[in-house]
């Protein structure tokens, strides 16, 4: 069966630290892959997601950036961390044929940034 | 572009009453409209979806939609509330050919007993 694994689960960063979070998926081959923000009262935004190895479609303009290493990595990063990018990180993934199944969720990373 | 719009960002209901949580969808293509459930520090489950076929989809834990086109609407309900319904829902919306999953704001749902 397929796994989502997606660490660390909470994370305090100073601001102007760099971030690096990752999420690997098992049991599946060339999924989709995503990652979302959730910040209160916004709903789930999302950021970047890919359909490939280093394919790579970014949602919007901020100082993180994503990177596809592999087929089942997906990586989150940034250089300098700002205030706002305090949030709850949700790594996803789905079958890559059609858009009509379901997105599969990882646990999250809850980032609070200093 | 797709969005979606969730109306109300807290809902209370008593256990046993009617849970509604109102959905509604722009989107320039036939559209695929999810429902998920999110309890506090996890990821998102899926409740169910909305793919074309029939307009009244039913989920898990005794939840159900109706996908209605004029009214661009994908409402959430559930007969009876139970204590273990309280989570934050959100609405989705993908197709047209692109790979992205759009959500709402999200609706906290709380049961009151």
């Known amino acids: 069966s397929q796994t989502i694994h997606q660490w660390p689960a909470t994370l305090v960063q100073p601001v102007g630290s760099p971030l690096s979070l990752e999420c690997t998926v098992e049991g599946t081959s060339n999924p989709n892959l995503y990652w979302y923000r959730q910040a209160a009262g916004r709903g789930l935004q999302l950021l970047f997601y890919?359909?490939?190895?280093?394919?790579i479609s970014s949602e919007v303009p901020q100082n993180l950036s994503a990177s596809r290493p592999q087929d089942r990595q997906f990586i989150l990063s940034s250089k300098k961390l700002l205030l706002s990018d305090s949030g709850f990180y949700l790594c996803?993934?789905?079958?890559?044929?059609?858009?009509?199944?379901?997105?599969?969720f990882g646990s999250g990373t809850q980032l609070s940034v200093l | 572009a797709q969005s979606v719009t969730q109306l109300g960002s807290h809902v209370s209901v008593s256990e046993g009453a009617l849970v509604l949580l109102r959905c509604n969808y722009s989107s320039s293509v036939p559209p695929y409209l999810f429902w998920y459930v999110q309890y506090p520090n996890q990821g998102l489950q899926l409740l169910l979806k909305?793919?074309?076929?029939?307009?009244l989809v039913k989920g898990i834990n005794g939840f159900e939609a109706e996908f209605k086109k004029s009214e661009t609407s994908f409402h959430l309900t559930k007969p009876s509330a139970h204590m273990s319904d309280a989570a934050e829902y959100f609405c989705?919306?993908?197709?047209?050919?692109?790979?992205?999953?759009?959500f709402g704001t999200g609706t906290r749902l709380k049961v009151l007993a």
């Open positions: 996803a993934w789905s079958e890559q044929v059609v858009t009509n199944e379901k997105l599969f």
């Open positions: 909305y793919t074309s076929a029939a307009t």
């Open positions: 989705a919306v993908s197709g047209g050919g692109t790979y992205k999953y759009i």
């Open positions: 890919s359909v490939g190895i280093g394919q």
